[in-house]
């Protein structure tokens, strides 16, 4: 039996169901749900109040990110989970800005994530000192990183085409020029192996219902360099972030390192779900995950680009430039999508002609892959997806 088999196994699918959107929503954990029901059995059940102590809820943000900081390389007892990812962003964000009192511009690139560039803009509102957010093409961001610069903050990997960046490349330019770094792991962590303490990279975010399979809403998690987590002021001063969240202090004195970064109460049933998730990284590591999502990736290109010769693969044709998806173009490509979901092979749509296919060894293979290939080569050749239905946008695409 392959390690993968093995893997898949700890995995639920419904019947008959080929899932390549585990970049956006990873599937269900057996044991996440044993582990869910448990805890809300014994632990929120029996212990109450008194589980925050009996059952070390309180700890479980940073037990949970030492687990996380692994997978991404990062030192031990510089992780810590809570929030959304977009709160996430701001924090790491107006952190890494208070650093660079002289410089006025954060960097980013059009390959960003909206809601990271939405809440730069709201944080450069709030704080009103003339910042302002320059966006460049991704491919041209050494060339923007100068003196004025303070931040670079950048998603590596892009979640529309799987775009991947050069992330200790692109932190040593930035450092050469005092530029503090923010990188959002939203698609990497799980997917392709990191290494934020080789690199140096300042501050990292990223999220866990994607490749690290929390289920919807988990917490996202939040990286501060050994060498800043000590001199960081965070902006959202939360109690539980405080030196000593129980004296109830009347004005605020930061936790000890990366702890400071928590700001309120942490989600328990969510970061029950996450640890269960991340037992399946007990038993195989990044690098044989990614080795395998690359032969996947190839595999998947070839196939559709044999056989459907009207999708345009939008993802880079080099692996080593590509995070764990696969993206193709169509001017009908919401529909095709809903075509090929109806037959259940579950992808998603990203605006504007975007057919989005997520590679993820943990539960996908081989034939998986095959399979989902002959399906959209069907609905392509029969014109399937030309029907009214499957043009009809829903909320979440
Ligand atoms: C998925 C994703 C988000 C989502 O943020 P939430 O606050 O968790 O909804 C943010 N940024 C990036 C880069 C993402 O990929």
Not at 42 to 55: P, S, V
Not at 102 to 124: C, H, Q, W
Not at 249 to 276: C, F, K, N
Request: glycine content about 8%.
């Amino acid at each position: 039996m392959s390690i993968f088999d093995k893997t898949r196994a700890m995995f639920h699918l419904p019947d008959g169901v080929i899932y390549l959107d585990g970049n956006s929503l990873g599937p269900l954990p057996h044991h996440a749900q044993d582990r869910v029901d448990e805890m809300i059995r014994d632990q929120w059940g029996e212990m109450l109040i008194t589980g925050w102590n009996k059952a070390g809820w309180m700890e479980q943000p940073s037990r949970v990110g030492d687990r996380i900081g692994r997978l991404v390389g990062a030192e031990a007892g510089h992780v810590v989970m809570g929030d959304t990812l977009s709160i996430k962003v701001y924090q790491a964000l107006a952190s890494a800005l208070e650093m660079q009192p002289g410089r006025k511009v954060i960097v980013s690139d059009t390959g960003n994530f909206p809601s990271d560039l939405y809440m730069a803009e709201g944080l450069i509102r709030s704080l009103d000192k003339g910042l302002s957010l320059k966006l460049v093409d991704p491919d041209a961001i050494e060339h923007a990183l100068d003196e004025s610069v303070a931040i670079l903050m950048l998603t590596q990997v892009d979640y529309r085409t799987g775009r991947m960046h050069d992330m200790a490349d692109l932190t040593r330019r930035a450092h050469e020029k005092g530029i503090v770094t923010v990188w959002d792991l939203a698609h990497s962590a799980g997917a392709v192996p990191v290494n934020l303490a080789e690199v140096g990279a300042d501050f990292a975010v990223g999220c866990s219902y994607k490749y690290l399979n929390s289920g919807p809403g988990g917490p996202a998690f939040i990286y501060v360099a050994p060498r800043h987590a000590n001199e960081v002021t965070p902006a959202l001063s939360g109690w539980l972030g405080h030196e000593s969240p129980f004296a109830f202090d009347l004005s605020y004195r930061a936790a000890s390192g990366v702890e400071r970064m928590r700001v309120g109460t942490p989600p328990v049933i969510q970061l029950a779900a996450l640890e269960a998730a991340l037992d399946v990284w007990d038993h195989v590591d990044m690098d044989t995950v990614r080795a395998r999502a690359i032969d996947l990736s190839e595999l998947f290109i070839a196939e559709v680009e044999r056989t459907c010769p009207d999708l345009v693969l939008v993802s880079p044709r080099d692996a080593d430039r590509r995070g764990s998806q696969v993206s193709f173009s169509h001017p009908e490509g919401y529909a095709i999508m809903q075509a090929l979901i109806a037959q259940k092979v579950i992808g998603d749509f990203r605006a504007p002609d975007i057919l989005r296919f997520g590679i993820t060894p943990l539960y996908i293979g081989e034939q998986d892959i095959l399979t989902a290939a002959s399906t959209l080569h069907r609905i392509m050749e029969d014109g399937l997806w030309d029907r009214d239905a499957y043009r009809v946008r829903a909320r979440v695409t």
